[in-house]
């Protein structure tokens, strides 16, 4: 006979991966938009591109440790990421049950965070809604001599 704790689903995980993961892509996305989307306003207060980029990428990480610290952090462990979920069940930290479950949870929650994100219309889509922050000029070719 099974141990009735054997089939408890840790639902408290699971949600708090899914709350996680759609608070990192929404925020994290929204400040890519933010900072270089067309016609936005930080291009003309913070004129310089790379500062810019650096800011982001500032803020998007202060948001990953904030959700890591925050009590959905501390009740799931805060992998926000599937990789990160994989890394943990090879070294022998969580069962298969678990790690589908957290994988699940993480795709659903990226799919919830990404959806606001059309609300930014036309600056939101300059930039993919966040898939790619600006162009990269192409570097010329050395020419043949």
């Known amino acids: 006979m099974e141990n009735s704790n054997s089939r408890h689903i840790p639902w408290a995980l699971f949600v708090s991966e899914l709350i996680g993961t759609a608070l990192l892509v929404l925020v994290g996305l929204s400040l890519v938009i933010l900072m270089f ?3 936005t306003p930080m291009a003309r207060l913070i004129p ?3 500062l810019r980029r650096l800011i982001t990428g500032f803020l998007f990480g202060t948001t990953g440790a904030s959700i890591a610290l925050s009590p959905v952090g501390k ?3 805060a992998h926000i990421n599937p990789v ?3 890394g943990f069940r090879l070294m022998g930290k969580l069962d298969l049950r678990t790690t589908i479950g957290y994988i699940v ?7 919830v965070g990404s959806l606001p994100l059309l609300l930014w219309g036309a600056m939101g889509k300059s930039v993919a809604f966040g898939e790619r ?3 990269v000029p192409a570097t010329p070719s050395p020419r043949s001599s």
């Open 75 to 77: 009740v799931s462990g």
């Open 133 to 135: 922050p600006c162009r």
């Open 105 to 111: 949870a993480q795709l659903i929650g990226a799919v």
């Open 48 to 50: 310089s591109e790379g």
């Open 84 to 86: 990160v979920t994989l």
């Open 37 to 39: 989307g067309t016609g």
